[in-house]
């Protein structure tokens, strides 16, 4: 493992934040590279004449200033890269920062970057553990792609995660029995402490219910995954209850 790259947006700038995602690349033992998103999608938004914001303390009502939208942009880009420097310093980690902006849906996964893995929440969402989360959750097919999806799932089941759950997309039990022999296989010793669940239809809707009944504190899936295509992205991750990893 080589490199992971962690996206932010505005909503995501705190400390907190960026020492999780530091920690990740310690448990990973990997080099980080921030990524700040600018979504465009939200950006052409700002531009429309009738669009509106709302305070929510005062409820006061004024119009989008774009101008001053990037700058608050650029103001809070500065501050994640700092953070991620000072933390990163602490844990030895070696690290880069840039800012990104395009549209998540259509251009993200495809992004100018050389990394290993692509690490992602849904807008606004924390990197910050919930302490009642102590499972890694990987979705096995038996490629070559979902082996190194699974090999990273193997690095981050250490303290506080201490569960790996393997998920079998699968039509039918033969076809699930296959895919746990395969992983089985590549687990080793590691296999008998690990859980299988079948996804009965690979459905994102049966996909977030496994996550929720296991606990799940991280989602690793292989880059050609079904729920990664363009047009389901953004509600994959909307819909998700903890981070995505994307091994690509």
């Known amino acids: 493992m080589r490199r992971i790259a962690v996206t932010l947006d505005a909503c995501q700038v705190s400390s907190s934040t960026l020492e999780e995602a530091v920690q990740l690349a310690v448990r990973m033992g990997a080099q980080l590279e921030g990524i700040f998103v600018e979504d465009i999608d939200l950006i052409q938004l700002?531009?429309?004449?009738f669009l509106r914001e709302v305070r929510s303390v005062s409820r006061s009502e004024n119009a989008i200033n774009l101008t001053r939208m990037e700058q608050e942009l650029r103001v809070l880009a500065r501050r994640a890269e700092?953070?991620?420097g000072e933390h990163a310093a602490r844990q030895n980690v070696s690290w880069s920062f840039r800012i990104w902006r395009g549209s998540i849906?259509?251009?993200l996964l495809t992004a100018d970057t050389d990394a290993d893995v692509f690490a992602l929440t849904r807008m606004g969402a924390t990197w910050a553990r919930p302490a009642t989360t102590?499972?890694?959750?990987?979705?096995?097919?038996?490629?070559d792609a979902s082996t190194r999806a699974l090999e990273t799932a193997m690095r981050l089941t250490t303290d506080p995660y201490k569960e790996l759950n393997i998920l079998l997309p699968a039509e039918n039990e033969a076809e699930a029995m296959r895919l746990q022999e395969l992983a089985t296989r590549q687990l080793g010793d590691d296999a008998?402490?690990?859980d299988f669940t079948p996804l009965k239809d690979?459905?994102?809707?049966d996909l977030l219910e496994v996550l929720v009944d296991t606990n799940s504190a991280v989602l690793i899936v292989e880059r050609d995954n079904k729920l990664l295509q363009a047009q389901s992205l953004r509600?994959?991750?909307n819909n998700l209850n903890c981070p995505l990893l994307i091994v690509r």
């Open 105 to 107: 849906d259509t251009e």
């Open 202 to 205: 690979g459905s994102l809707y």
């Open 192 to 194: 008998a402490s690990a």
């Open 134 to 143: 102590k499972a890694v959750s990987v979705v096995f097919t038996g490629t």
């Open 46 to 49: 700002a531009e429309l004449p």
């Open 82 to 84: 700092r953070l991620l």
């Open 235 to 237: 509600r994959s991750l």
